[in-house]
């Protein structure tokens, strides 16, 4: 990279393992400077600061990327803060490049193979108002000294001593780091909104808790004038236990602890290069007069910055708060790259969870920035084999933490970017993924002994799924053979679309798709029906959890989804027989679902494109063990990892896959998009050109007012029922061919301006 030529890594070997360490050199500036860029990046996370003063309000630069391939840096216009001397700093700790990684494996904390060491690096370029430049770099000119951030980290929190005194440690020493420094892509990660305590509890334990009334991805800032030495630390947590208690468990081995030493000025405690998920948080030590010296606190909600884009509200509160629980699910998981959950020892980038949501997520958010970046490293993770891994960025050893290749998780690289290109109509999206893609279908082509079909491998399958017998457990009863197979298809159908929508010739995997299908319906289906039972092929240890001893199953709600949604019938007369089929088994289990991470998305829209429109509303309306609105019942303010995280006797569910803060089950988002308000993009119609606008209402939500700010302007749906019938209205912008089909058959195709319809009861 031209910007870094000549400057250097620097590190500080002196520095305490954990500590943050501030980077420094004070310049002299023998002129009025007219411009001057200052270029940044750091293995670790980094603030700066010219002159003690804080140049941005950015949090957690530069970014969580795959560092071994690439490492972003920041650009910083700073003339205005260098008259006569000036002295830059740079203040890093640990973040991800250093810092904990993945959960524990007996005990102890994986690896993480980037660095050992937290290392910045720097360049400034300038001009004065006569002419002069100036260039200064990082080099071994530069000096580090200790800061009052004692320890921080991702997952563990932050220790923060006001009174110690600052350590010189002398001249920074030069270290190489491999990777490429690239320029920022996306808006990074900012605060978007405070929310203060709604009620200070004294739980029967007795401990002091603070409750900030949501769930949310953020740090604390307290504002604190006490005396010299007093220490306040405080831990978080998602929820209370059923006897209202603190509880933080499901955080495994993440400490999530804060803890500030402050001497007798007014300080404000804030973790500088960590966040935290929670709702709650416990002070777990603090002076006597702890509320007398706290002059504010807050929870600072942070996420990637991005423009808020869809909005739905409805005649039902709890439906209602499920559609907050799905947005918070977003603000709580987009810091930065698609995380499953923002608390526990994870945090990581989880590309089925990403891939699930990401459909609901691009009509919430423009979130075109958000998967460019993150895109960009799954492609530079994927394996010359073509694999796709569980986990992008990865940052361990993989083969330590088995981070499977596994169907509907590697199918990120299919899907995702063609979802954004439906979205947002940009076929950049496909140009640049399309060789990926390829390779990911090459790579399970390739595997196994069957080129049509997908029956080796270890896969997460319907992940937390509620099959009979497998509550459980943390893997569905659906055969995994079959799972992986019809997500192979999928991907196939979507590499297709992509080369056509590229101009390419696809005729050969078109004839791929068609094989795959016959195969499927052959070893499947061969008497046109799905079995009971399909044999279990994996070879991996039994567990209880993981439930890999159990039958795999191949009439399940999860099997029958995926194959109508991924058009794996023989024929019309087959799809008529499954659709049935699937309302069946849904009346079977008591009009509940059992679906888990891969069926769910597609469930009720499998429902009401085959017609079962009502029995799509009944589960979407369900309230009790499995349903959205079980958690809804319980609390929740964000999506649950779990259908019952919190069990009806107030107990969980598990101690160690119980996030509460887990977007994947709030893909039902798109469903009330595309069916309920009836926002659809046609096939063809990609970037909201040509769409249906043809909602479903259903009395039991009164009326519903939705919208989506596309790239095409704002389309607006709304139904109500008045008196006798419905009344509906809808906003298409000028560029929108939209095709309007009301529920009494009446159908009409619009562009531009407003339109109001009436449909009798
Ligand atoms: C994560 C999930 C993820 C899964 C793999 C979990 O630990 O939290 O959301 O997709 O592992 O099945």
Redesign the pocket.
């Known amino acids: 990279m031209e910007i870094f030529k000549s400057a250097n890594w620097i590190t500080c070997a002196l520095a305490n393992e954990g500590s943050a360490i501030a980077f420094y050199r004070n310049l002299s500036f023998s002129g009025k400077v007219k411009m001057a860029d200052l270029y940044v990046s750091a293995v670790g996370v980094y603030d700066l600061f010219i002159n003690g003063k804080k140049i941005d309000e950015n949090y957690m630069k530069p970014g969580f990327t795959s560092y071994k391939n690439r490492l972003q840096y920041q650009h910083f216009s700073v003339a205005e803060h260098l008259n006569g001397n000036a002295e830059i700093r740079i203040e890093a700790g640990a973040g991800w490049a250093v810092g904990h990684h993945m959960?524990q494996i007996n005990g102890v904390s994986p690896k993480n193979l980037f660095s050992k060491e937290i290392a910045v690096i720097a360049t400034l370029t300038g001009e004065y108002e006569d002419g002069r430049t100036f260039v200064f770099q990082t080099d071994g000119d530069w000096n580090a000294r200790s800061t009052e951030v004692l320890f921080s980290d991702i997952y563990e929190g932050e220790t923060v001593d006001f009174t110690k005194p600052v350590v010189e440690y002398g001249k920074a020493q030069i270290t190489q780091i491999q990777t490429n420094l690239v320029a920022q892509i996306g808006e990074g990660v900012v605060e978007n909104e405070r929310l203060t305590p709604i009620a200070v509890i004294t739980t029967p334990k007795g401990e002091t808790v603070l409750d900030f009334g949501q769930n949310l991805t953020g740090v604390v800032e307290m504002v604190v004038k006490g005396k010299e030495g007093d220490k306040i630390s405080f831990s978080c947590a998602e929820v209370l236990d059923k006897d209202g208690n603190f509880y933080n468990d499901n955080y495994r081995s993440a400490k999530n602890q804060m803890t500030y030493v402050v001497d007798g000025n007014l300080r404000t405690l804030k973790p500088k290069f960590s966040f935290q998920g929670f709702r709650y948080i416990r002070l777990d030590e603090k002076p006597e007069d702890f509320f007398e010296k706290l002059q504010s606190v807050c929870a600072i909600v942070l996420h990637t910055k991005m423009k808020r884009t869809g909005y739905f509200v409805c005649g039902n509160e709890k439906i209602n708060q499920l559609y907050h629980n799905i947005i918070w699910g977003q603000k709580s998981n987009y810091l930065d790259i698609p995380t499953?959950?923002p608390q526990?020892d994870?945090r990581?980038g989880?590309?089925?969870?990403a891939q699930v949501f990401c459909r609901t997520a691009s009509y919430n958010f423009d979130v075109r920035n958000f998967f460019k970046k993150w895109l960009g490293d799954v492609r530079l993770e994927q394996t010359e084999d073509g694999e796709v891994l569980?986990v992008v960025p990865q940052l361990i050893d993989r083969k330590l933490f088995s981070?499977?290749i596994?169907a509907g998780?590697g199918d990120c690289i299919t899907i995702i970017p063609y979802e954004l290109y439906r979205v947002y109509g940009d076929k950049s999206f496909l140009s640049e993924n399309f060789d990926a893609m390829q390779k990911w279908v090459e790579y399970i082509r390739r595997t196994g002994d069957n080129e049509y079909l997908w029956l080796t491998g270890y896969h997460?399958g319907d992940?937390?799924a509620m099959d009979e017998g497998m509550e459980d457990s943390?893997v569905g009863a659906t055969s995994n053979d079959l799972v992986a197979s019809a997500f192979y298809a999928y991907s196939v159908e979507l590499l297709v679309k992509a080369g056509k929508a590229l101009g390419k010739d696809m005729r050969e995997y078109e004839q791929l798709r068609q094989n795959i299908k016959k195969e499927f319906c052959a070893y499947f289906m061969p008497e046109g029906e799905l079995l009971e039972e399909y044999p279990y092929t994996e070879k991996i240890p039994k567990g209880k959890k993981s439930g890999c001893d159990a039958v795999r199953k191949g009439l399940t709600q999860t099997a029958v989804t995926l194959i109508l949604q991924f058009a794996l019938y023989k024929d019309e007369t087959q799809k008529t027989a499954l659709a049935k089929k699937l309302d069946e088994l849904i009346e079977a289990n008591g009009g509940k679902m059992t679906t888990g991470?891969l069926g769910t998305p597609y469930l009720l829209h499998a429902l009401t494109e085959t017609g079962y429109v009502k029995r799509a509303y009944d589960v979407f309306f369900r309230e009790d063990n499995p349903s959205w609105l079980y958690s809804v019942n319980h609390g929740a303010t964000t999506m649950w990892?779990h259908w019952n995280g919190i069990k009806e006797d107030g107990s969980f569910w598990s101690t160690d896959?119980n996030?509460f803060n887990?977007y994947?089950y709030g893909a039902v988002g798109d469903w009330m998009y595309e069916t309920v308000a009836g926002i659809k993009i046609k096939e063809g119609g990609e970037g909201f050109e040509k769409i249906y606008l043809a909602p479903h209402p259903d009395k039991r939500l009164g009326f519903v007012d939705c919208s989506i700010d596309s790239v095409k302007g704002k389309i607006e749906s709304k139904w109500r029922y008045i008196d006798d019938g419905i009344k509906f209205e809808f906003n298409v912008p000028y560029g929108v061919d939209a095709e309007i089909r009301l529920p009494d058959g009446q159908s009409e195709r619009v562009t531009g301006g407003n339109y109001t319809y009436f449909v009798k009861n």
């Open positions: 959960h499953d959950c526990r994870e990581l989880w590309t089925g969870d569980g981070t499977r596994s998780w997460y992940w937390l943390y991470f990892e896959m996030s887990h994947a």
